[in-house]
């Protein structure tokens, strides 16, 4: 049997066995993206405090992730982050507890309890100073922040 034939014969194996396996596949491995259906949840965020947050690699910050989706992530947040930006999400915060001023492009703002803060993918925020606090806030991240996506400036 010549070359060109046998390897038509392997092609249409491999290709044949590839259509066998596919769908049993699909089903066995997850993908990586995608989330489950919402479950009905209640969560009182009154009474949540930071040691019922994880930590993370900052060391003032707790976060707790309470809603998932393929489009954003609903979390928990209490402490503070030094001045930063995100590349590829929009975020948006709303102050649950703590005042102070916060970093928001260049100019420091005044933040209190009740007030929502948008922020543009690119934008410059945090580097609080607590004048009471701790800061606890619901940070909303619009599409989901990927790894490494906390980008630091002075």
Do not use: C
Not at 33 to 57: E, K, R
Not at 87 to 102: C, F, H, R
Not at 115 to 142: N, R
């Amino acid at each position: 049997m010549g070359s060109f034939a046998r390897l038509s014969i392997i092609s249409a194996v491999a290709f044949t066995a590839g259509l066998a396996v596919s769908p049993w596949l699909q089903r066995a491995l997850p993908d990586a993206h995608a989330q489950g259906v919402l479950a009905p949840a209640v969560y009182d965020l009154a009474a949540m405090q930071a040691v019922d947050l994880s930590p993370t690699p900052f060391p003032e910050l707790r976060n707790k992730t309470l809603v998932t989706t393929d489009n954003a992530t609903i979390a928990l947040q209490i402490g503070n982050v030094n001045k930063h930006y995100h590349a590829k999400s929009d975020e948006i915060q709303y102050i649950i507890e703590g005042s102070g001023q916060m970093w928001f492009g260049n100019e420091r703002h005044e933040i209190k309890p009740g007030m929502l803060i948008v922020i543009p993918k690119g934008t410059a925020h945090s580097g609080t100073i607590v004048t009471s606090g701790p800061i606890k806030t619901i940070a909303i991240k619009i599409p989901p922040q990927q790894n490494g996506d906390t980008v630091f400036v002075d």
